[in-house]
């Protein structure tokens, strides 16, 4: 089994029930072992659009990381996710943040996620529920990361 972090996040429509249904989906995947409280933020680096429900889920699994991406990428798809445009709204998104302290830099999977280490809506459920957890590239925790964060645009619900 491997710890496998994920984050959840959405912008459209119900997004505490969004929340809820892909915490269902990562139940099917493996066994969820903690969730951090839920957040609401603003946008990353895009236009004006709704604000964002971001949680992040630690998962024990074992399917290995490129296949749990491609099941997340399906979870997504099942739950009205349809991707347009890169930075869009959305129903529902759900990425593959960590997997133990594998590293995997393949063109369709890039584990750790390569924008984690900079996104404040990421880092603080981060800390919340892994506090201590090492970024296995840059070789720092992400509490030292969220040190050097902005994170004004990200509020416990």
């Known amino acids: ?22 915490r269902g989906e990562l139940a099917k995947l493996g066994q969820v072992v903690r969730c951090s409280s839920v957040y609401e933020t603003k946008p990353w680096q895009v236009g004006t659009q709704p604000l964002f429900l971001n949680q992040v889920c630690e998962l024990e699994t074992e399917t290995p990381p490129a296949q749990l991406l491609k099941k997340l990428l399906q979870a997504e798809r099942r739950l009205g996710r349809r991707r347009l445009y890169r930075g869009e709204p959305r129903t529902i998104d759900i990425d593959l943040l960590f997997y133990g302290d594998q590293i995997v830099d393949r063109p369709a999977v890039q584990v750790p996620h390569p924008r984690a280490a900079e996104r404040a809506f990421v880092l603080v459920p981060l800390v919340e529920i892994a506090s201590g957890l090492r970024h296995p590239v840059l070789g720092v925790t992400v509490d030292e990361l969220l040190a050097k964060a902005d994170a004004s645009g990200v509020r416990k619900v």
């Open 1 to 22: 089994m491997s710890s496998a972090f994920i984050g959840l996040g959405s912008n459209l429509g119900n997004r505490e029930r969004k929340l809820e249904e892909a």
